[in-house]
C-alpha cells in the first residue's frame, strides 16, 4: 500500500478547510480527512471513506460536531449494491449506485473520475450518488453527470453537474481535484 501526500483544499465561497490522507492500494482507496466549517453554522466533521474493487464505495463513516451537538453516520454499500445507514437502514432509492459523495468535499469526486478514466481520455458518464449533505449528514439521492472536456499537461478538465448546477473542475494527473470552482481550491507547497 502506498501513501498519497496529505491532499489540502481552501474553501474559495466562504470559509472552510479539508484536509485527507490517501492510502491507495491498486484500484481502491482508503481515505481519513478532517473538514472544518462555518456554515451553516461552525462544524467539525471527521470521515473515513473506503472503496472497494474499481473505486466503488464500500464504507464511509462521518462525525460531525458543532457548539452543543454531536451527530454520526456509517453508510455502507453492499456488493450486491445495497446501501444502509446508521438511523434510516435500508435505502431502497439507492440500490444501484456506486459513489458516496459527501458534502462539501472536492475527494468524493474522484471515484468516479477515476473509475471511468476521465482524467485521462474522453467520455461523459451520468451517476446516482448517496450524497450526504453538511454538517446534517442526512443521506439524499443525487443524479450527477461528469464529462471530459481536455486534457492538460498536468490533468485534466472535467465537467461536473447536478440538476442546475454546474461546475468545470481542474484534477491532477491522479485524478484528485486541484480546483473546484466557487467551492475550493488544492492548497499545494511552495
Known sequence: MTAVPVLMWSGTDEWRAETAVVRADGDRFTATGVQLGVTPEPYRLDYVLETSAR???????VSAAG????????LARDPDGRWTST?????????GAEDCDLGLSPLTNTMP???HRLHAESGAVEFTMAWVSVPDLG???????YEHLRTT??????RFSSGEFTADL???????????PDL???VTGP
Do not use: E, K, M
Not at 457548539?67 to 456509517?74: E, F, I, Y
Not at 499537461?153 to 472535467?158: H, L, M, R, T, V
Not at 481542474?170 to 473546484?180: I, N, P, R
Open 184 to 186: 475550493a481550491r488544492r
Open 113 to 115: 473520475i477515476l473509475r
Open 170 to 180: 481542474v484534477v491532477d494527473a491522479a485524478g484528485f481535484v486541484l480546483d473546484y
Open 55 to 61: 473505486w466503488v464505495t464500500r464504507t464511509l463513516d
Open 153 to 158: 499537461p498536468s490533468g485534466a478538465g472535467i
Open 87 to 95: 438511523g434510516d437502514g435500508d435505502l431502497p432509492a439507492l440500490t
Open 67 to 74: 457548539d452543543g451537538w454531536r451527530r454520526s453516520l456509517h
Open 139 to 145: 443521506v439524499h439521492v443525487s443524479v450527477q453527470r
